[in-house]
Each structure stands twice: as structure tokens, then as C-alpha cells.
């Protein structure tokens, strides 16, 4: 009881939606305490003070991540987006390397595999993936929760079947990091943006990478992946970071600075306790479609629920102050931890008649 107590007085003390926000597959809402440490960081900008803060708050946020992740922060580097994090990872391999992906997995995951030209990029369902791992196969790639309907991927099988034939793994967290605990280490690679169920501001995203790096070269390395990165501002870097850091991008710093607080919250409250809240509203909810006559994506124990034929009331719920999303055709919704059950009543019943 007093656990569930304090994650309610932490969740009422950082969020204040004026709607019933039910999209944090898209974006998450920022906390108080984010919003705060981004005015901050803006005013000790416009003051002229040392950012000398903000780096810290790179670190500290690097940190946390890999908490989350469960690996050393030595493996963890920073960037702004999956793609780019994506395109480091399809460089490293050779021409005519076979890549096996979902269906329709989000974009970001696939597209700089494709734009290579010389990759054998072969896409089959979501659910047929382990399976469809075969000597030759070099690289498995798939995001742990799927963005369009939830659905969560068979991570232990894929790891076991990559393993089997000698393929390396790379997991997408986007759409699960924040409320579905990750375990980064059993995987070769793995990304994550931070705007979603880490409710970060954008442009921060994270990459984790082996300890001996994988095969990747940092082909966007700038000054900040210097071992020194002050040295390193004029010149070819001479000295390339010895952890992940050589994959790092410049950080945005206010970013970095909001995100910061972020991971704190998610910590404090605990990614079990988060994945428990928002698994019992999305059941609550999956329940209520049936009694309506609705049948979702099949996508068991995921926080987001996609119901096909209903992205067309995407329109018509924002005007009545419920925001969801449509996606391919289908009504997304996403329940995070500051949702509660009135929540999913609210769109129960707006979904009526």
C-alpha cells in the first residue's frame, strides 16, 4: 500500500495533463521537475554562465540510461536519433550482409540498412522472426515493442536463434523503454529515444555497443568522441574515447539538461512499478473493447493497444480532449503512468454507440 501511495503522490506532483493524454507512444509529457531544469539551463544560457552543468547533466543522464539498460555506462554513447545511431550500425557491415527485420517496423529502424544498396534486407512478420534467423543471416534487427500496434517482440527466442547462428542483434527500446524492463546486455546493439516513456524533451537518444565495440567504426565521430574531447576541437581527433563515448554526437544541452530529471522520476518510481500501472490500463481497456464488440491487435502484456478500423475517430477524440493517435488505420493508445482508470473509462465510453 505504501508503495502504490508513493507512486501516486510522485506522479500528482509532477504532472498536471489538460486533456486525456493517451499518446505517449508519440511524445511523453514532460515533468514539473523537467520543465524547471530546462528553464534553468535556458536562463543560465542567456546569463552567460560556464555550461559546465550541462555537460554534467550528458553524463549523469548517460548513467542512468544505463541503469535502465542494466549495462556499465561504458557502453552507452549519445546521439540525437535511432536513425543515426541505425546508420552507424549499417555502415559496419559488409555488401551483400543479409539483415533480417519486422514487417513494418518503425522506419528509423530499417531505412539506413535499405539506403545502402548493397545489404540483403529481408522483412518478415513480427511473430516468425526467431524463427526466420538462418546461417548467413549477419545482423537481427527489430524494435522490442512494435510503434504501430504495440505488439511486443519474442526478444529470448530472437537472442537464442541469433546466437545459434552466429548473427548479432539489435534491439529498438523506443517504444518500450521507460515502462518494459530492458535488459540491453544480452544484445550486441541497442537504441533508444528518450521523448516517449522516458518523457524527455526531443533530441536525445541512446546507443549501447559491446565493449569491444562490435565492428563499428564511428563514422560520425566529431570532437566530442575524443578521449580528451576539449583537445580535440581542431584537427583529426587523435584519440579516439575508449568506451562508447567514440559514438557520441554533440549533445543538445538543454536537452540533456531536462532529460536529466527525467530518468530521475523513472527511477524513483521504478520501471516494474511503471510496467505494472500501465499493463493493468491497458487491459482495462483491451476488456472494455470487447465489451463494445472491438477486438484490438493481438499484443498481450504491451502498454499501447491498437484498435483496427477506428483511426479515423483520431479527429473527433482531440476535439473532445482525448488525445490517442491514428496509425495505419488504426486508433493507438498508449497508457503511461500518469494515466488512471478514469482515463481509460473516458475513452471507453467516448468509443460508444
Not at 212 to 238: K, R
Not at 297 to 312: H, N, R
Amino acid at each position: 500500500m505504501e508503495t502504490t501511495q508513493t507512486f501516486d503522490r510522485l506522479v500528482r506532483a509532477e504532472f498536471a495533463p489538460r486533456s486525456t493524454y493517451l499518446n505517449t507512444a508519440s511524445n511523453g509529457l514532460l515533468p514539473a521537475r523537467t520543465v524547471a531544469a530546462l528553464h534553468e539551463a535556458a536562463v543560465l544560457r542567456a546569463e552567460g554562465r560556464p555550461l559546465t552543468p550541462l555537460h554534467e547533466d550528458v553524463e549523469a543522464c548517460r548513467a542512468a540510461y544505463a541503469r535502465l539498460a542494466g549495462v556499465p555506462a561504458a557502453r552507452v554513447a549519445v546521439g540525437a536519433s535511432v536513425a543515426a545511431h541505425t546508420g552507424v550500425i549499417a555502415a559496419s557491415l559488409p555488401a551483400g550482409a543479409e539483415v533480417l527485420t519486422a514487417e513494418d517496423d518503425f522506419t528509423s529502424v530499417l531505412n539506413p540498412f535499405h539506403v545502402r544498396g548493397d545489404l540483403k534486407v529481408r522483412a518478415v512478420p513480427l511473430e516468425r522472426i526467431a524463427e526466420s534467423v538462418r546461417p548467413g543471416t549477419a545482423l537481427v534487427a527489430v524494435s522490442a515493442a512494435q510503434s504501430a500496434d504495440g505488439r511486443v517482440a519474442d526478444l529470448a527466442a530472437l537472442r537464442e536463434a541469433a546466437r545459434e547462428h552466429g548473427a548479432r542483434t539489435y534491439v529498438d527500446f523506443s517504444q518500450s523503454a521507460g515502462w518494459l524492463p530492458m535488459a540491453a546486455d544480452a544484445f550486441d546493439f541497442s537504441a533508444s529515444v528518450s521523448f516517449k516513456w522516458l518523457l524527455g524533451p526531443h533530441g536525445a537518444a541512446f546507443l549501447v555497443v559491446p565493449e569491444d565495440f562490435g565492428g563499428l567504426t564511428p563514422v560520425l565521430a566529431g570532437w566530442v568522441a575524443g578521449e580528451a574531447p576539449w583537445d580535440s576541437c581542431y584537427g583529426p581527433v587523435q584519440e579516439l574515447a575508449r568506451s562508447a563515448r567514440r559514438f557520441d554526437l554533440t549533445p543538445a544541452l538543454f536537452t540533456f539538461a531536462g532529460l536529466r530529471r527525467s530518468l530521475e522520476l523513472i527511477e524513483e518510481l521504478g520501471v516494474e512499478a511503471v510496467h505494472a500501472h500501465d499493463v493493468a490500463l491497458a487491459d482495462r481497456f483491451r476488456a472494455g473493447l470487447a465489451d463494445l464488440g472491438h477486438m484490438p491487435v493481438p499484443a498481450p502484456g504491451s502498454a499501447i493497444v491498437s484498435v483496427p478500423g477506428l483511426g479515423t475517430r483520431q479527429r473527433e477524440l482531440s476535439r473532445e480532449g482525448i488525445e490517442v493517435s491514428d496509425r495505419a488505420g488504426n486508433l493507438r493508445a498508449a497508457f503511461h503512468l500518469y494515466n488512471t482508470t478514469d482515463d481509460v473509462d473516458r475513452l471507453l465510453g467516448a468509443l460508444t454507440g
